[in-house]
């Protein structure tokens, strides 16, 4: 089973500032990395496939990068809204495995 | 739009089976690979499994030998089943569409099953 490990775990942040969440993946995982946002009482929300494919609708402060073990979620100019526990996936084999999560806190 | 909604009891005996459904609305559920993902209070995800009619299905180990996945074309919707329920497997339960077989997208609502006598 592919572990991944998120860091930080939480981190509380003020508007505007930049917000960088890494998972680390216990082996190779290519680019079958997703990222989610799940905000207080609902469901998880796609904000990036494939590790920096963007998805429609998602605002642009948003994206990804990295590839193989190392990833990282970028929010750029961090918003109020973006108050949330965000979680990366990888689909690079089964089982599939989440991250523990990263809550993020508008200071 | 693709929707899902799931639905189910809240609340199941310890070593009874949890059923739940998830209802597509938007699409046909034939159509796509389905997921579901599991959630204690307070705690992360757990993927529990993915189905898909044509076949290649493929379920967490860690519950492979409790959980059945299966579709209703008639109906569009598709299911779960998870015998043999202890405490542990209380949470709030998620269906989501697994797009091109491999990323979430969109998820259900969710739906709190509590194990309890």
């Known amino acids: 089973e592919i572990v991944l490990t998120q860091s930080p775990d939480f981190q509380s942040v003020t508007p505007k500032e930049k917000v960088t969440i890494t998972c680390r993946a216990s082996?190779?995982?290519?680019?079958?990395l997703h990222w989610y946002q799940q905000k207080p009482d609902q469901s998880p929300k796609l904000l990036i496939k494939y590790a920096s494919q963007s998805i429609s609708g998602v605002p642009s402060r948003f994206s990804g990068s990295g590839s193989g073990t190392d990833f990282t979620l970028t929010i750029n100019s961090l918003e109020a809204e973006d108050a949330a526990a965000y979680y990366c996936h990888q689909s690079s084999s089964f089982p599939w495995t989440f991250g523990q999560g990263t809550k993020v806190e508008i200071k | 739009q693709l929707q899902l909604q799931e639905s189910g009891p809240g609340l199941v005996k310890p070593s009874e089976t949890l059923s739940l459904t998830c209802t597509v609305s938007g699409d046909s559920a034939s159509t796509y690979y389905w997921s579901w993902i599991r959630q204690p209070a307070g705690k992360g995800l757990e993927w529990i499994g993915r189905?898909?009619?044509?076949?290649?299905?493929n379920y967490n180990p860690s519950l492979k030998s409790r959980v059945t996945m299966s579709i209703d074309t008639s109906k569009n919707q598709f299911s779960l089943k998870l015998t043999s329920v202890t405490a542990a497997d209380t949470g709030v339960y998620y269906c989501?569409?697994?797009?091109?077989?491999?990323?979430?997208?969109?998820w259900g609502r969710g739906t709190l099953v509590t194990v309890s006598s």
């Open positions: 082996q190779s995982i290519g680019s079958s």
């Open positions: 189905f898909y009619i044509r076949g290649n299905t």
């Open positions: 989501a569409r697994a797009a091109a077989g491999f990323w979430l997208d969109p």
